[in-house]
């Protein structure tokens, strides 16, 4: 399966709640790969723990390099040897494979062309082959990588591959507007898929939200709010509820919901088990819900048709 990771604004929690749900699926025994297309800021290595590829790879090997043509393929980092936690060296018995495929180091946006069209497309093809998971972290917003993922999954060499779309939001007004329009809107996911060749009805269907960072009204961390700050929240909640529902990203297409996390909010990173249970410092509703976005991630239930 090849997975869109998108969102319509930056800072929506897209790559870490991704590079999280990747490493948990490999943890789970499936083979992932990672695929950072956000050109314009290739910093996956940086959530990977990988500090010799925190903001993309030098000596232009990466995959700005390969989809512009000058390598005739990216580098692939065997993240079980890169990755800088003590916890997961050696890797825990049972992990199955996990690569990074970072952009280069200094790339940025560029536009598409046919040529791009057709290598992206051979190395999706060769990946959803070798992999279980492909993981695609695409640029925020109505991006030359959003084009190119869709242009590219509209061809008939990709057709025979599951692919979905993941949109990731922030628990507020703002984010569940954007999230909305880039999915249904003008210009959106399902419109300019369409444009490309995609059948409506099944493009429709292969889209599904994540939320990050939603605050519990009910939990302990909000234990010392007033009364009418209380209220409030749970007023806020509510409507929030009803307008996502409104604009069609309600529980129906929820795929998963990541709580508000006090180590997320500070750093950028993957949440293992040993920040909860040994450092304390993580949630342990973090964790579950990571582990749960993981395992729907990957069940064919939570994708069926609406
Ligand atoms: N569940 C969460 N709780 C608290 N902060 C979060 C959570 N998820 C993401 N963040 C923080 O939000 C910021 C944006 O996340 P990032 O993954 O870089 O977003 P994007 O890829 O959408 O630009 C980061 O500082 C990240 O650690
Ligand atoms: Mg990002």
Same mark, same amino acid.
């Given at each position: ?226 009364? !009418? ?5 749970? %007023? #806020?909640? $509510?409507? =929030?509820?009803? &307008? +996502? ?32 249970? !040994? ?5 342990? %509703? #973090?964790? $579950?819900? =990571?582990?749960? &976005? +993981? ?12």
């Amino acid at each position: 399966m090849i997975l869109f990771a998108t969102s319509d604004k930056g800072g929506t929690g897209r790559s870490v709640t991704s590079c999280n749900v990747a490493l948990r699926c490999a943890l789970q025994g499936h083979d992932v790969c990672y695929l950072d297309f956000d050109f314009g800021s290739p910093t996956a290595g940086a959530i990977f723990h990988v500090d010799s590829a925190a903001r993309g790879i030098t000596g232009g090997r990466g995959l700005h390099s390969y989809l512009e043509g000058s390598v005739s393929a990216p580098v692939e980092l065997d993240l079980w040897r890169h990755i800088e936690r003590a916890e997961l060296r050696p890797p825990p018995a049972g992990a199955a494979r996990l690569v990074l495929l970072p952009g280069d180091e200094g790339g940025g946006e560029f536009p598409i062309d046919d040529e791009m069209i057709d290598r992206c497309q051979r190395l999706l093809r060769r990946l959803a082959e070798e992999f279980e998971l492909v993981i695609v972290d695409l640029s925020a917003g109505r991006s030359y990588a959003l084009q190119l993922a869709l242009e590219v999954t509209a061809r008939p060499a990709l057709r025979a591959v599951t692919t979905r779309w993941l949109v990731f939001h922030r628990w507020t007004r703002q984010h569940i507007i954007a999230a909305a329009g880039l999915a249904y809107g003008d210009h959106g996911i399902v419109a300019t898929g369409v444009d490309k060749g995609h059948v409506r009805d099944q493009l429709d269907d292969s889209v599904r939200f994540v939320r990050t960072a939603v605050p519990a009204p009910e939990s302990s961390q909000f234990a010392g709010l007033l009364p !009418t700050q209380a209220a409030w929240l749970q %007023e #806020t909640d $509510a409507e =929030l509820q009803k &307008l +996502a529902a409104r604009r069609r990203v309600g529980r129906s297409v929820l795929l998963g919901s990541v709580p508000l996390d006090p180590v997320l909010q500070w750093r950028e990173q993957l949440i293992l088990d040993s920040d909860v249970r !040994t450092l304390q410092i993580a949630n342990k %509703e #973090t964790n $579950a819900a =990571l582990d749960a &976005l +993981a395992e729907d991630v990957l069940n064919d239930d939570s994708w069926e048709g609406l």
